[in-house]
């Protein structure tokens, strides 16, 4: 290409080509690279081996020490070290929830509610005997009930009433005055 060259010599040209000048003759082979880690980032700009001083990972350049989450992460963390990726997933205990910051990175099956011969679903809300003076819920297979507070009464004890189904009392009207 119009260059002098030593016999001997050895060069790069243009497309990633290895030549040498060889009894006066120009050799060329493509230039084979050994890539020693598992997310290499490309070739910089002029060279030809991609290069281990980052990460190529999801299409996503990573420098060296970067720690980060994938796109489908499920609170996996990644790390790029010497153009290799390392991640770890959370370890989940097996079966149902545990605490709330984890349940959101853990699968889990929330744990249903055997109470008075009954199964309840998680979340589920129902009253005690059918009235509504006790509400109670299933949360993590455990359930708790809660009374439901009464107001307090403007009237004497011999005016209050407690009707059918009821679990508060309340005021009866007074009778009409007679006259």
Same mark, same amino acid.
């Given at each position: ?73 499920? &609170?996996?963390? =990644? @790390? $790029?070290?010497? !153009?290799?990726?390392? *991640?770890?997933?959370?370890? /989940? #205990?097996?079966?149902? %929830? +545990? ?33 509504? &003076?006790?509400? =109670? @819920? $299933?949360?993590? !297979?455990?359930?708790? *009930?809660?009374?439901?507070? /009464? #107001?307090?009464?403007? %009237? +004497? ?23």
């Amino acid at each position: 290409r119009g260059i002098s060259r030593e016999p001997g010599s050895r060069w790069t040209e243009p497309g990633c080509q290895s030549c040498t000048c060889q009894g006066g003759q120009v050799l060329c082979d493509t230039v084979s690279c050994s890539v020693p880690c598992s997310h290499p980032l490309p070739a910089p700009a002029g060279g030809c081996c991609p290069t281990c001083t980052g990460c190529l990972h999801e299409g996503v350049a990573r420098a060296e020490g970067d720690v980060f989450s994938p796109s489908d992460g499920n &609170c996996t963390v =990644c @790390v $790029c070290l010497a !153009g290799n990726v390392s *991640c770890l997933s959370p370890e /989940c #205990p097996p079966g149902s %929830c +545990p605490s709330p910051s984890l349940a959101d990175c853990c699968s889990c099956t929330p744990e249903k509610c055997n109470f008075r011969g009954r199964t309840y679903a998680p979340g589920a809300r129902f009253s005690l005997d059918g009235d509504d &003076c006790t509400t =109670c @819920v $299933c949360q993590g !297979g455990e359930v708790e *009930c809660s009374f439901t507070p /009464c #107001p307090v009464l403007d %009237c +004497p004890q011999h005016q209050r009433q407690l009707g059918p189904g009821q679990c508060c009392s309340t005021c009866r009207d007074p009778p009409a005055p007679a006259g």
